[in-house]
């Protein structure tokens, strides 16, 4: 069973800062893929940024401003969120997928104020 705990979360006005940090525990493979994804109020799920060993893959809407890492030695998967913008609140979830599953966390609150 994998469990993944996200934390870092909060209220920060537009043009400033966040980092995210999950941490996963459980059977963690540093080859397989982690990422994060969001939901905003009335909105589908979508991703954010994915990392698989060195490869990273960004959404266009935060390319440029978001980076996401990972710490092996840690289980642990970050996301530096920089330049925010309003449209970037969401609630943020981290992600673990194998090949039979998709894990998820429970998800922190991202709010982006004008």
């Known amino acids: 069973q994998v469990r993944l705990v996200e934390s870092g979360g909060g209220l920060v006005q537009a043009g400033g800062s966040l980092r995210l940090s999950c941490e996963a525990s459980?059977?963690?493979?540093?080859?397989?893929?982690m990422g994060w994804y969001r939901q905003a109020p009335g909105q589908q799920r979508e991703l954010v940024a994915t990392i698989t060993g060195s490869r990273t893959n960004y959404a266009d809407s935060v390319k440029g401003r978001f980076t996401i890492s990972r710490e092996n030695t840690k289980n642990t998967v970050y996301l530096q969120m920089n330049s925010l913008k309003p449209e970037d609140t969401a609630v943020y979830y981290c992600t673990y997928q194998t090949v039979w599953r998709h894990y998820w966390g429970q998800g922190t609150q991202v709010t982006v104020s004008s």
């Open positions: 459980g059977s963690i493979f540093s080859s397989n893929n």
